[in-house]
C-alpha cells in the first residue's frame, strides 16, 4: 500500500513540476512573442509615417519630369502632410526608441540632417534632389534594418509590408 501512495505522490510531483515548467516556457513565448509584436508595430508606424514625405517628393518629381508646376493649393497640401508626417516621425522615433534597433535611430537622425542640409542650396533642382535622396535613403535604411531586427531580411515579406522603392 505505501508502495501504490508513494508511486502516486511521485507521479503528482512529476505532473505538477512537468506543468510548472511547461507554464514558464509558454509565457517566456508569450512574453516573446508580444514584445516582436510591439517591434514590428513600432516599425510599421514609424514607416508609415514617412508616406506623406515620399508622396509629396514623387509628386514634384513628376511634375518635373512633365515639364509642369503644382498649383498652389496641391502645394499648400503637400506641404502641410510633410510638415505633419515629420513630427509623426520625430514623435514615432523617441516613442519607440526602446524597441528600434540603435542603427535606425541613427539613421534617422542622419535623414534629418541631410534634409536641413538640402534646404541650404538655392538652386531648386539641387534642393530637390538633396531633399528626395535623404528621404529615400532614410526610408530604405530604416526598412532594412527592421528587416534585419525583426529576422524577416531575407523573406521579402517587409517590402511588402512597409512598400517603397528597394536600395539602390
Do not use: C
Request: proline share 2%; net charge neutral.
Amino acid at each position: 500500500m505505501w508502495n501504490a501512495v508513494g508511486q502516486l505522490l511521485l507521479t503528482a510531483v512529476g505532473g505538477a513540476i512537468g506543468a510548472a515548467v511547461a507554464f514558464y516556457l509558454g509565457l517566456r513565448q508569450f512574453k516573446s512573442q508580444k514584445w516582436w509584436d510591439r517591434t514590428a508595430e513600432a516599425y510599421i508606424s514609424l514607416l508609415d509615417a514617412f508616406h506623406p514625405l515620399l508622396d509629396e517628393d514623387t509628386a514634384y518629381w513628376d511634375a518635373e519630369i512633365d515639364g509642369k508646376d503644382l498649383a498652389e493649393p496641391r502645394k499648400l497640401a503637400l506641404r502641410e502632410a510633410s510638415a505633419k508626417a515629420e513630427a509623426e516621425i520625430y514623435k514615432r522615433k523617441r516613442m519607440a526608441s526602446f524597441l528600434i534597433d540603435p542603427r535606425a535611430d541613427e539613421a534617422l537622425n542622419l535623414m534629418f540632417r541631410d534634409l536641413e542640409k538640402s534646404k541650404m542650396t538655392t538652386d531648386w533642382i539641387e534642393y530637390r534632389q538633396a531633399e528626395s535622396d535623404a528621404l529615400w535613403k532614410g526610408f530604405s535604411a530604416v526598412k532594412s534594418i527592421a528587416a534585419e531586427h525583426l529576422g524577416v531580411a531575407s523573406s521579402g515579406r517587409l517590402l511588402k509590408i512597409f512598400g517603397g522603392r528597394q536600395n539602390k
